[in-house]
């Protein structure tokens, strides 16, 4: 599909950048909110397994103020997130790969979607969407066919992503892999045959590295800070076209 006219222009990302969110507690779990609290449009950001990380919350930052949307990201972790330490002393990925199937698996996180589900119903948000960095993309994509109440999903450098997911999907469907991700043209072929494949859009970033929009985001490189602010326009258009509010 094509996406609709730019109506806002996103903001370039920064280097040295200050978050303006705050952090609220949701029963037992912490939510870095941005955005007007009386929106009716709300995302749902999930992180990478980084954590909260500034890039993050700066992604998140962006898109509340192109849009007006609501935004928040859940600590899932609890302050707990996978670090540049663990990172280094685990290069065959073992340990963050049992790390993720105990901190990080769906029925576990399902619950706190359940909370934030929750806090944005009685704060009068009428529509959602999700976006989902690496880990958290995969989990975006399993929500929207668990739940018919999110409008639409953005999985960006994802991971972990099968056509099986496709299959499920009950949501218009972002897809912006980098050029770490292998093919997935096979899985978008699934989402576009679905009534809503219309409004879903698959844009390749090939000179992009895993994690360019997150955690592993170097803004102060001039092409990562142009194609993540690229990337964020085309989140935010896409928002704008399917969360209804």
Same mark, same amino acid.
């Given at each position: 599909?094509?996406?609709p006219p730019t109506c806002c222009s996103v903001?370039?990302? *920064?280097?040295?950048?200050?978050? !303006? ?5 949701? *029963?037992? !779990? ?23 990380? +500034? ?6 930052? !962006? ?10 990201? +859940? ?21 963050? &790969? ?13 619950? %706190?979607?359940?909370?934030? #589900? ?7 948000? &009428? ?5 989902? =960095?690496?880990?958290?993309? #995969? ?7 668990? %739940? ?7 999985? !960006?450098?994802?991971? @972990? ?10 949501? +218009? ?5 980098? &050029? %770490? ?5 096979? =899985?978008? *072929?699934?989402? #576009? ?36 602010? *690229?990337?964020? @326009? ?12």
């Open positions: 599909m094509s996406l903001p370039s990302v *920064e280097s040295d950048y200050a978050s !303006i969110g705050v952090t609220e507690r949701v *029963e037992d !779990i912490d939510l870095y909110t941005v955005g007007p609290k009386d929106a009716k449009r709300a995302v749902v950001l999930i992180y990478d397994v980084f954590g909260p990380h +500034p890039n993050t919350k700066q992604f998140a930052d !962006i898109l509340a103020k192109t849009h007006g949307f609501y935004v928040v990201i +859940p600590d899932f972790f609890r302050g707990d997130a996978w670090n540049a330490e663990k990172m280094a002393n685990d290069p065959t990925w073992v340990k963050i &790969k049992e790390w993720i199937a105990t901190a990080g698996h769906w029925e576990k996180i399902s619950v %706190d979607l359940g909370k934030v #589900k929750t806090h944005l119903t009685a704060s009068g948000v &009428k529509s959602v969407g999700l976006v989902g =960095f690496c880990w958290g993309a #995969k989990i975006a994509v399993t929500a929207t066919g668990a %739940d018919s109440w999110y409008a639409g999903a953005a999985l !960006i450098h994802p991971s @972990q992503i099968t056509t099986s997911d496709a299959e499920k999907a009950n949501a +218009p469907i972002l897809l912006l892999p980098s &050029k %770490d991700e292998g093919d997935l043209t096979e =899985f978008f *072929e699934v989402v #576009k045959s679905k009534p809503f494949g219309a409004q879903s859009y698959y844009q390749r970033f090939d000179d992009m590295h895993h994690g360019w929009c997150g955690a592993r985001g170097d803004y102060t490189d001039p092409l990562n800070k142009q194609r993540a602010t *690229e990337a964020l @326009q085309i989140t935010a258009d896409f928002f704008a076209q399917v969360i209804q509010g």
